[in-house]
């Protein structure tokens, strides 16, 4: 099976934009989880999805939001961009009903 | 809300040692899951080891090993046999089950020759 994809790897966005990341879990998963991980906070949890439906949420501002589509793919947007959200995003997937997560190869977000 | 403490920022040992990576957790939940992840310089996190807490018996994957003290809190990894391709930031992890996982800060490994 192929793994988690995120597009795009890297991405360079200004102050103030808005930025969309896109997440493709394993075939057959349907849970997907989005962290952000920066070098002073570590690797923190943003949310959750699974059926469409977000069922957790950590403790981000409501720039950070999430979306998933009837293929289980799933995209974050984050919106006026500030930069302290330059940070590595990763993507993880799950059957959903099982607790360890799989993980893409992140999307490197650089904000100026 | 559940912590997870990895008390050894780096670490340094010989290809083909045993090394031991330390983490502990905090939690008022009687169910749940540790695991521990790999990070290699390319980033992609990598599932090395899971533990179920009902589970009395030490989980091991090949020369991964792991020594789970749940009276006290504590989850640490064992690496057997150390190889260069086992360079990497590892991060202990916890969740109570609800696909959120609580990292660790992380401890670098450096694998010499």
């Known amino acids: 099976k192929a793994g988690v994809t995120q597009t795009p790897r890297y991405l360079i966005k200004t102050r103030g934009q808005q930025v969309t990341l896109s997440c493709s879990p394993i075939?057959?998963?349907?849970?997907v989880s989005w962290y952000q991980q920066t070098p002073g906070q570590g690797l923190q949890f943003l949310f959750e999805y699974f059926s469409e439906t977000q069922r957790n949420k950590g403790n981000f501002p409501g720039r950070f939001s999430g979306r998933q589509f009837s293929n289980s793919r799933s995209e974050m947007n984050v919106s006026t961009l500030e930069l302290g959200d330059s940070a590595l995003y990763l993507c993880?997937?799950?059957?959903?009903?099982?607790?360890?997560?799989?993980f893409g190869p992140g999307t490197r977000l650089t904000v100026t | 809300a559940q912590t997870v403490t990895q008390s050894q920022p780096e670490m340094s040992v010989q290809e083909a040692e045993t090394v031991t990576l330390s983490c502990t957790y905090d939690t008022s939940e009687n169910n749940y899951y540790l695991f521990w992840y790999k990070q290699p310089p390319s980033r992609q996190m990598i599932l090395v080891i899971r533990q179920e807490a009902y589970k009395q018996q030490n989980a091991t994957e090949n020369r991964f090993s792991v020594n789970f003290q749940k009276a006290a809190k504590s989850f640490s990894l064992k690496i057997s046999d150390s190889q260069l391709g086992d360079t990497a930031m590892y991060f202990c992890?916890?969740?109570?089950?609800?696909?959120?996982?609580?990292f660790g800060q992380g401890t670098r490994l450096t694998i010499n020759p």
């Open positions: 075939s057959g998963h349907r849970s």
């Open positions: 993880a997937s799950t059957t959903g009903d099982r607790v360890e997560q799989y």
């Open positions: 992890a916890f969740t109570g089950g609800a696909q959120k996982l609580v």
